[in-house]
């Protein structure tokens, strides 16, 4: 079974510019989640949807950050304009109905 | 203010041994609780849960306790396996039953050394 793909799996940019950072949810999972980790916070919760609807955006860190799920199986992370302080490991992650959540592995973002 | 706490950032246990991670939380609203297990350069997977209503869950070699009085969980793996080495994150969730969102420790790094 394919588990959540997240693309790209590594992307390092220029401080100003526009970052997309995309995730395919496991087929039939309802609930999809972004999260980012860094060293100083850890793993944090910065959005989640349920059947492609934003529930929650309180740990969305600025305006700079956006995120969308056109569709039951995509959904993107959009930072514009990347800052340094960005960089971190993004995750992406979904669940069917009240079941434990499935992480992708991650992408990796350097702002210079 | 971390409302999940994983107060040892590394531990090592021989092969065969028991390993005992620990989590505490300061919410008194979460209601259910997960351990995930994390390689380097993949995600998070999960392991084991357990529901407030219970103090006590056991899936094959690992066992996760909840002692709702002293807002404490611990993840206990017997016999620890060189397989087992990887980070580890304990997480909570206010809502009963659910893993809508998330709030996660530190994680502790466990080493199982032969």
């Known amino acids: 079974d394919a588990g959540v793909i997240q693309s790209p799996r590594h992307e390092v940019t220029e401080m100003g510019q526009e970052v997309t950072l995309r995730c395919k949810p496991i087929s039939g999972h309802d609930y999809l989640f972004w999260y980012r980790q860094t060293m100083m916070r850890g793993l944090e919760l910065l959005i989640y949807f349920n059947n492609n609807v934003p529930i929650d955006d309180s740990g969305m860190p600025e305006d700079r950050f956006s995120a969308k799920m056109p569709n039951a199986s995509f959904s993107t992370l959009k930072i514009q304009p990347s800052e340094p302080r960005d960089s971190a490991v993004y995750f992406c992650a979904s669940s069917f109905s009240s079941q434990p959540q499935h992480f992708g592995d991650g992408t990796r973002l350097s702002i210079l | 203010d971390q409302q999940v706490k994983q107060n040892s950032p590394s531990l090592s246990v021989q092969e065969g041994r028991i390993s005992i991670l620990n989590c505490d939380y300061t919410n008194s609203m979460f209601d259910y609780f997960l351990w995930y297990k994390k390689y380097p350069a993949e995600g998070p997977t999960f392991l084991i849960s357990?529901?407030?209503?219970?103090d006590k869950n056991e899936d094959g070699r690992f066992t996760v306790f909840l002692n709702k009085s002293a807002k404490h969980l611990s993840l206990h793996i017997v016999p620890s396996q060189p397989g087992d080495s990887a980070v580890y994150f304990c997480?909570?969730?206010?809502?009963?039953?659910?893993?809508?969102?998330?709030?996660f420790g530190t994680g502790t790094r466990l080493q199982v050394t032969l």
């Open positions: 997480a909570a969730s206010p809502v009963h039953g659910t893993a809508s969102k998330l709030t």
């Open positions: 357990i529901s407030s209503i219970k």
